[in-house]
């Protein structure tokens, strides 16, 4: 099994055959204040080989903080589906990030490994910005 690609998205929705549809992907969070408790979401897309079809695939996601302190870990499963010809298996999967505490600007790093072989790392820049004398926005 291999990770293709991963991205932070706004909102995602699902329909009945599995396929995801992505609404406004990013990769820098601009905030008012620190620290903040974040609400994200993560979408990566799998591909596996015919030997894998059925099988299920461990998932591991840490979010980690511009330290690389470890902020959420999380372990989960894939069941790796069976296209209906033979061929790869290609898939997406959502992981939610719910109530972290996203204390210092810079960058954070959504670490996911899948299969125990493929990894990626997703990262996501936050900058505080503040508001300006003359009423402009700037990052700090």
């Given at each position: 099994?291999?990770?293709?690609?991963?991205?932070?998205?706004?909102?995602?929705?699902?329909?009945?055959f599995g396929n995801i549809s992505i609404?406004?992907?990013?990769?820098?969070?601009?905030?008012?204040?620190?620290?903040?408790?974040?609400?994200?979401?993560?979408?990566?897309?799998?591909?596996?080989?015919?030997?894998?079809?059925?099988?299920?695939?461990?998932?591991?996601?840490?979010?980690?903080?511009?330290?690389?302190?470890?902020?959420?870990?999380?372990?989960?499963?894939?069941?790796?589906?069976?296209?209906?010809?033979?061929?790869?298996?290609?898939?997406?999967?959502?992981?939610?990030?719910?109530?972290?505490?996203?204390?210092?600007?810079?960058?954070?790093?959504?670490?996911?490994?899948?299969?125990?072989?493929?990894?990626?790392?997703?990262?996501?820049?936050?900058?505080?910005?503040?508001?300006?004398?003359?009423?402009?926005?700037?990052?700090?």
């Amino acid at each position: 099994m291999q990770i293709r690609w991963g991205m932070w998205a706004k909102d995602v929705s699902e329909d009945q055959f599995g396929n995801i549809s992505i609404w406004k992907a990013f990769d820098e969070l601009y905030v008012p204040e620190l620290p903040i408790e974040a609400d994200l979401i993560a979408v990566v897309k799998f591909d596996a080989d015919e030997s894998e079809h059925g099988t299920e695939q461990p998932i591991v996601c840490r979010l980690l903080d511009p330290d690389g302190v470890v902020l959420q870990e999380d372990a989960d499963v894939t069941q790796v589906p069976i296209p209906d010809a033979p061929k790869r298996a290609i898939w997406g999967y959502v992981y939610q990030v719910e109530g972290v505490e996203l204390a210092d600007p810079g960058e954070y790093t959504l670490a996911i490994q899948a299969g125990g072989e493929s990894e990626i790392d997703l990262p996501l820049y936050v900058y505080l910005v503040e508001e300006g004398a003359d009423g402009d926005e700037e990052a700090g």
